[in-house]
Nanobody, 125 residues
């Protein structure tokens, strides 16, 4: 079992930046792929970015070039830096952990089975 606690998020104007972070505890952090999902009102939860234990990354095409996922294995932390934010990025963002740590696993939503409580990101016009 792994526990995940998000921090960060908030309200920002379009074009601005935000950073969300996630602290993991409970099991060996490097045994897990880490990802960020988001869920907007009335929409399904979607995988935004994933990172393997070795640093390979995956991004949803609509965020590639604007978002950067990173992890600090020494601190059991994963972060998502979000730049050039758009109103359509508004959602609750969830940190997640998955048991398959390879490049295929990090891009597969079904790989992720552990969730944080979520943090709200709101982008205004």
């Amino acid at each position: 079992q792994v526990q995940l606690v998000e921090s960060g998020g908030g309200l920002v104007q379009a074009g601005g930046s935000l950073r969300v972070s996630c602290a993991a505890s409970g099991r060996t952090f490097t045994n897990y792929a880490m990802g960020w999902f988001r869920q907007a009102p009335g929409k399904e939860r979607e995988l935004v970015a994933g990172i393997s234990s070795g640093g390979s990354t995956y991004y949803k095409p609509s965020v590639k070039g604007r978002f950067t996922i990173s992890r600090d294995n020494a601190k059991n932390m994963v972060s998502l830096q979000m730049n050039s934010l758009k109103p359509e990025d508004t959602a609750v963002y969830y940190c997640s952990a998955g048991s398959s740590t390879g490049p295929i696993g990090i891009a597969a939503p079904a790989n992720y089975g552990y969730w944080g409580q979520g943090t709200q990101v709101t982008v205004s016009l």
